[in-house]
């Protein structure tokens, strides 16, 4: 089925650690997109990558690494989490940025102990 | 900066009742604005959308106009259903047209 898929859709890990998001989608989208959503932020754009190997920083993205070497995926890694980094991740992808519908991942919930 | 500003929720509403959820913003240029939902365990979908000034868009019974001087883009539904029930999140593109930014949305709860 053409959409876009998360995952894990759950992780828990520890302050210090590595961890790598996933975010894979089917329909050749020019544009992909990463959130984080937290109680009383909204959502607040980390990176964003407008075609393959080509990417831009959001409002957010301080901690965060991004790369994207095919089309279809974007992974996000947080190098060294923290625990201010305990969010709800979602990725979205859109064929011609802000100007066409953004479709969207059913998100990662991440937890940093 | 670009920014949304969008009333606090929880609303709370009985089946039927008319909605209005206010969206103002601040921007340079002439952005397009959108009105995204966000059903429980979800990622967000587009709801509708306006692309100038004095343009309403529209989409399952929910409406939205697109107003310059105001600076505004409030969500109204002449009645709504329990399964309207969910967070709405008002939002602009860049002058680029390439990002969105989010307001902070707004939780709707429609009880029978």
């Known amino acids: 089925d053409a959409g876009i898929t998360q995952s894990p859709r759950y992780k828990i890990t520890e302050t210090g650690r590595q961890v790598t998001l996933m975010c894979h989608q089917t329909?050749?989208?020019?544009?992909m997109f990463w959130y984080r959503q937290d109680l009383g932020h909204g959502l607040r754009l980390i990176y964003y990558?407008?075609?393959?190997?080509?990417?831009d920083k959001g409002e957010v993205p301080d901690g965060y690494v991004v790369s994207r070497s095919k089309t279809e995926n974007f992974p996000l890694t947080l190098e060294s989490a923290t625990r201010s980094q305990t969010s709800v991740y979602f990725c979205a992808s859109s064929e011609v940025g802000a100007s066409s519908p953004l479709h969207f991942g059913n998100g990662t919930r991440l937890t940093v102990t | 900066g670009d920014s949304v500003t969008q009333m606090e929720g929880p609303v709370t509403l009985s089946e039927e009742a008319f909605l209005t959820i206010n969206c103002t913003y601040t921007a340079t240029g002439y952005p397009s604005l959108f009105w995204y939902v966000q059903y429980p365990g979800e990622g967000l979908q587009l709801l509708l959308k306006?692309?100038?000034?004095?343009d309403k868009g529209s989409n399952k019974g929910f409406e939205a106009t697109y107003r310059k001087e105001t600076t505004s883009f409030h969500l109204e539904k002449g009645s709504v259903q329990v399964s309207d029930s969910a967070v709405y999140f008002c939002?602009?593109?860049?002058?680029?047209?390439?990002?969105?930014?989010f307001g902070k949305g707004t939780m709707l709860l429609v009880s029978p």
């Open positions: 306006a692309t100038k000034a004095d």
């Open positions: 939002a602009l593109s860049d002058q680029g047209y390439s990002t969105l930014t």
């Open positions: 329909w050749s989208h020019s544009y």
């Open positions: 990558s407008a075609a393959a190997d080509i990417t």
